[in-house]
């Protein structure tokens, strides 16, 4: 019952916005008494916590285990969170955008910030410059963020070409580049 209720959360979230998450709402919505939701479910934040929670693990469950090659960790972060192309699927983005609207309470921050710290170990551990890892990630997490409020994030061509490049930040320094781009872990040639 817990995941039908979530997947009401959502169903609302998606197509109602959070004002129309109410717990006499999520119950008819999916078919439960509130009794039963309360049973899962004590309080509205133990719902959106529930809802951050299951949007964790789905996310997690498109990154590599432990042990993956060098890069495989940050390039999933990529790939898991941006579209190769910018015709993709963006009605994904509903229900983390009226969430984003709702997560104004620590509760929910906090399930987020417990998440992002183990990703953050897992992209330093993942065989790359720490640098380049974060780097990825940070500009992911922007680029997902302007994707999901409508804050100019590119279209078409340009989408493809960003896509490409932070692909092939993510790749082994060892191996070839297609735009010539390399990484130095030397520090003695920054210095001019």
């Known amino acids: 019952m817990r995941d039908q209720l979530l997947d009401a959360v959502e169903r609302l979230l998606a197509?109602?916005?959070v004002d129309a998450l109410r717990l006499d709402a999520v119950a008819t919505e999916a078919g439960v008494s509130k009794?039963?939701?309360?049973?899962?479910?004590?309080?509205?934040?133990?719902?959106?916590q529930g809802v951050v929670e299951r949007l964790a693990d789905r996310f997690e469950a498109g990154l590599p285990p432990p042990g993956a090659p060098p890069g495989a960790f940050?390039?999933?972060?990529?790939?898991?969170?941006?579209?190769?192309t910018a015709d993709?699927?963006?009605?994904a983005d509903q229900v983390p955008l009226a969430l984003l609207a709702a997560a104004g309470g620590p509760g929910?921050?906090?399930v987020l910030r417990e998440r992002y710290t183990g990703w953050q170990q897992r992209l330093e551990q993942d065989g790359l410059d720490p640098a380049v890892s974060t780097l990825v990630r940070m500009a992911v997490d922007g680029w997902w963020t302007a994707r999901l409020l409508g804050l100019?994030?590119?279209d078409d061509a340009l989408h493809t070409q960003l896509h490409q490049l932070l692909?092939?930040?993510?790749?082994?320094?060892?191996v070839p580049?297609?735009?010539g781009v390399r990484r130095s872990h030397s520090t003695s040639e920054g210095a001019h």
Do not use: N
């Open 152 to 154: 100019a994030a590119p």
């Open 177 to 179: 580049r297609a735009t």
């Open 15 to 17: 197509h109602r916005g």
């Open 35 to 48: 009794g039963g939701l309360l049973h899962h479910f004590p309080s509205k934040l133990a719902l959106i």
């Open 108 to 110: 929910v921050l906090e």
């Open 74 to 84: 940050t390039r999933a972060w990529l790939t898991t969170t941006v579209p190769a």
């Open 88 to 91: 993709g699927e963006r009605t």
């Open 167 to 174: 692909y092939e930040l993510t790749q082994d320094p060892g």
